[in-house]
């Protein structure tokens, strides 16, 4: 296997998957034909099965581990969703602002390394890293 030559795919575990697929299509704009089981696959630019969710019971119940429900903010990983220009990045900040989404770090920041972002949690405290990194 060569990794650049290999398409990647996020998948989140999700106690309550209703209010999971409902943040990511309502929330966010992900599109999905979710049928109301333990899998959703959204879409994104990055093709299919880039981002897909499933049931965090399943799953344990799959590999024969306990269930163990997360708490607090997911601080072992990110997904980051990168938009064209900082400007989009602002107008996002602004617009989740309204719909009372969780931002655990804050309003969207300009780094000295060319990023500017922010970061808002899922109703499962997952964070996802919204960012640009051109200006303009």
Sequence with gaps: MIGRDVRVGACLYADDMNSMVRFYRDTLGFHTEWDGGNFAEFETASGALSLFMYSRKAFAQAIGESYVPPKGINQTFEIALWLPC??????????????DARFP????????????????????????EIGSMSET
């Design 105 to 128: 770090t804050g309003e969207p920041m300009t780094f000295s390394f060319g990023i500017r972002n922010f970061y808002v949690a899922d109703p499962e405290g997952n964070l996802l």
């Design 86 to 99: 900082f400007a989009d990045v602002d107008a996002e900040y602004e617009r989740l602002s309204k719909l």
